[in-house]
């Protein structure tokens, strides 16, 4: 032993994230301490976060390199599902939504394609961020998911795509604008339109119809970091226009820990890469 002192590597959040504006580095005091209260205060009162450039410029062209280094072995994803991520069920009345079906195509990174070194693997999991989520989410306990598959993703829309009105599976999600539309592609969604209980069938039926009145949405320049509640919110990506594509990471957080999600759902997101993992390991496992 030569006594040096094991050195705790550092947290990567400190480098990306712009402290001078968002000093989650220590939200007890002072500024931070300020900072969170305003989060929460947004949380509780809009059902959203929306933090602007919260990602510093030199950490974007990073990221967002990361994702174009990645994103060209990755699958072109054709998602068919309602809202609710279900199968659609053809014995329910036409206009139920659970018999709704809606597609979209995005060029899409699973968690287990996006490698352990990039920084954005590491700012997922940085214990300095999910401390941030967790305080402005309110929760006792928050927890990185840990589905194998759809912890972070990195999603591409290229032009003349959206992405379709759903729920998350993860209550607590943040989507982390890499690359913004040229125009269009718009984050849309309606803040807390369910709960454990019961839906807001009325505003829900008027979004899907294609009414975006009630709907949230704001302008955001890639850097944004928005936080919301993902699981109870209905949201989607409003048609890419323009020349290049809408990139986005999505960050998810649930208060149990070890969740994983249902392997249908996984499926009818990630396609046939992720039923062929599936099947071999329950052959594996059969063996
Ligand atoms: O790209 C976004 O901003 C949102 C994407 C999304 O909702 C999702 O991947 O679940
Ligand atoms: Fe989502």
């Known amino acids: 032993m030569n006594g040096t002192p094991m050195t705790a590597r550092r947290d990567i959040a400190l480098d990306l994230v712009d402290l001078d504006r968002y000093p989650i580095d220590d939200l007890d005091h002072g500024p931070g301490a300020d900072f969170l209260s305003d989060c929460q205060h947004s949380m509780d009162q809009n059902g959203w976060c929306n933090l602007d450039g919260f990602i510093r410029p030199d950490a974007l062209t990073r990221l967002n390199g990361e994702a174009h280094d990645l994103l060209p072995k ?14 659609i069920d053809p014995s329910l009345p036409k206009d139920d939504p659970r018999r709704m079906e809606f597609t979209h195509i995005a060029n899409q990174l699973a968690d287990d394609q996006i490698p352990g070194e990039t920084a954005l693997k590491q700012l997922y999991r940085s214990d300095i961020l999910t401390e941030f989520v967790r305080r402005v989410q309110r929760k006792a ?8 598959f759809q912890a ?16 998350d599976t993860t209550e ?27 839906e807001d069938h009325a505003a829900v039926d008027r979004l899907l119809a294609g009414d975006m009145s009630e709907a949230q949405t704001f302008s955001r320049g890639a850097g944004t970091f928005t ?13 890419v226009e323009g020349n290049h594509p809408r990139i986005s990471a999505i960050l998810t957080y649930d208060e149990e820990p070890g969740r994983v999600i249902d392997d249908d759902i996984n499926i009818r997101i ?15 496992a059969n063996a």
């Open 141 to 148: 306990q928050l927890y990185r998911c840990a589905d194998e």
């Open 172 to 198: 607590c999600t943040v989507t982390l604008l890499l690359q913004a539309a040229e125009s269009g592609g718009e984050f849309t969604f309606l803040p807390n339109s369910r709960t454990d209980e019961t």
């Open 74 to 87: 990755a699958e072109i994803l054709h998602v068919k599902r309602n809202i609710y991520q279900g199968a």
């Open 227 to 239: 936080l919301f509640r993902g699981g109870y919110s209905l949201h989607g990506v409003t048609k």
């Open 270 to 284: 990630y396609g046939k890469r992720v039923e062929n993992i599936l099947a071999r390991r329950r052959a594996e």
């Open 152 to 167: 972070l993703n990195i999603v591409a829309l290229h032009p003349d795509s959206w992405h379709a009105w759903h729920y």
